[in-house]
C-alpha cells in the first residue's frame, strides 16, 4: 500500500485560510489522491480527491504538486465545524477493489 | 446523514459473549467495507464485500470475527467470544464500486467489552 506522511496537528484561527499539507513520494502514476475528514464522534467523510490537476469542489480545494509526491488540502476559510481529523489517502486505479488505507491523518484545531 | 446505517449505537457486553452488529448501506452501492478504529488512531481496514461475496479480509481479523452480507444487501459482522481488545468503534461504509469515487461512512457501532 502507497504511503502517505501528514503533520498530527494543526492549528488556525476561524475564517482564516488553511493549508494542511501531505508527503506521498512513493506515489503511482495510477495512485489517485483522496482526502477525507472524520469529525468528533463521526464516521470520516469524503472532502476531495484528484489525480494531477487541481481540484476546487464547495469544501476545500486541492493542490498537487507537479511531481505528485506532495499535495495540499486548502479550507479558504476555516470555520468551528472544520475541525476534525484529516486523512489523507492514496487509491490505486488498476486495483478497483482497492480499500482505503486511514493512517493517523492531522488533527485540526480552528480557534474563535 | 450519509444514508449507511448502523445498528446499534452502543453495546456493552461482557468478556465472553457473542455480538452481531448491523450495517445498511446506500441501497444502490455494491461495495461494502467493515473497519475498526480505537482512540487516537485512523480506522483499520478489516473486511470488504461486493455484492455478496467477501473478496478481502485483513490479517487483523481473527477467527473470532466473522461477517456476512447476504443477497448484497445489509451486511453483519459477528464477534465471537469477545475480548477487552475489542473494545472499538466498528465502523461500515458503502461506495457505488468504482475506485474514483466516495465512500459513505456510517456513525458507528460502539462496542465496549467489560
Known amino acids: 500500500d502507497a504511503k502517505t506522511t501528514q503533520p498530527n496537528s494543526m492549528e488556525s484561527n476561524e475564517e482564516e485560510p488553511v493549508h494542511l499539507p501531505c508527503n506521498h513520494s512513493t506515489i503511482s502514476g495510477t495512485d489517485y489522491i483522496h482526502w477525507y475528514r472524520q469529525l468528533p464522534s463521526q464516521g470520516p467523510e469524503y472532502v476531495i480527491h484528484g489525480l494531477t490537476s487541481n481540484v476546487n469542489n464547495r469544501m476545500a480545494s486541492l493542490a498537487i504538486a507537479e511531481d505528485r509526491k506532495s499535495s495540499t488540502l486548502i479550507l479558504h476559510r476555516a470555520t468551528l465545524r472544520d475541525a476534525a481529523v484529516y486523512y489523507c489517502?492514496?487509491?490505486?486505479?488498476?486495483?478497483?477493489?482497492?480499500?482505503?488505507?486511514f493512517g493517523t491523518g492531522t488533527r485540526l484545531q480552528v480557534f474563535p | 446523514d450519509t444514508g449507511v446505517s448502523q445498528d446499534p449505537r452502543h453495546k456493552i457486553t461482557k468478556r465472553g459473549q457473542n455480538v452481531t452488529f448491523r450495517c445498511d448501506p446506500i441501497s444502490e452501492h455494491n461495495r461494502l467495507y467493515w473497519y475498526r478504529q480505537t482512540l487516537g488512531q485512523g480506522p483499520e481496514f478489516l473486511t470488504y464485500f461486493q455484492n455478496e461475496a467477501q473478496l478481502e479480509k485483513s490479517r487483523l481479523l481473527s477467527d473470532r470475527f466473522s461477517a456476512e452480507r447476504p443477497k448484497g444487501s445489509f451486511s453483519t459482522l459477528e464477534i465471537q467470544r469477545t475480548e477487552q481488545g475489542d473494545s472499538a468503534m466498528y465502523l461500515c461504509?458503502?461506495?457505488?464500486?468504482?475506485?474514483?469515487?466516495?465512500?459513505?461512512f456510517g456513525q458507528g457501532t460502539r462496542l465496549t467489552v467489560v
Open positions: 489517502i492514496l487509491r490505486d486505479l488498476l486495483y478497483n477493489t482497492d480499500k482505503l488505507i
Open positions: 461504509a458503502s461506495e457505488v464500486g468504482m475506485v474514483v469515487t466516495e465512500a459513505f
